[in-house]
Nanobody, 120 residues
Framework: QVQVVESGGGLVQAGGSLRLSCAAS????????MGWYRQAPGKQRELVAT???????DYADSMKGRFTISRDNAKNTVYLQMNSLKPEDTAVYYC??????????????WGQGTQVTVSS
């Protein structure tokens, strides 16, 4: 059993900053890629950023330069620092973890999501 829990969402004014955290726990052997995705009302879930266990990152074009993803492997935790927020960043942000269990099989786990609202 693996749990993925996000925190750090909230309401912020345009131009402000928020930092999201996501911690994975349970019967984890290792975690490969971790990432953040978001879903705005009426839209499909989209990639925000991902990071591998080695620290390689990938960002959606609209987030480059404003968002920074980082990771603490010892804590099985991934962070998303969001700066210069815009009203169009308003969405539910979901954490995803590609977890290798002690069975050595890899599974994808999602958190419940955390709401980010940016007011204009």
């Amino acid at each position: 059993q693996v749990q993925v829990v996000e925190s750090g969402g909230g309401l912020v004014q345009a131009g402000g900053s928020l930092r999201l955290s996501c911690a994975a726990s349970g019967n984890i052997f290792s975690i490969n890629r971790m990432g953040w995705y978001r879903q705005a009302p009426g839209k499909q879930r989209e990639l925000v950023a991902t990071i591998t266990s080695g620290g390689s990152t990938d960002y959606a074009d609209s987030m480059k330069g404003r968002f920074t993803i980082s990771r603490d492997n010892a804590k099985n935790t991934v962070y998303l620092q969001m700066n210069s927020l815009k009203p169009e960043d308003t969405a539910v942000y979901y954490c995803n973890a590609l977890v290798v269990l002690f069975t050595k099989y890899e599974y994808s786990y999602w958190g419940q999501g955390t709401q980010v609202t940016v007011s204009s």
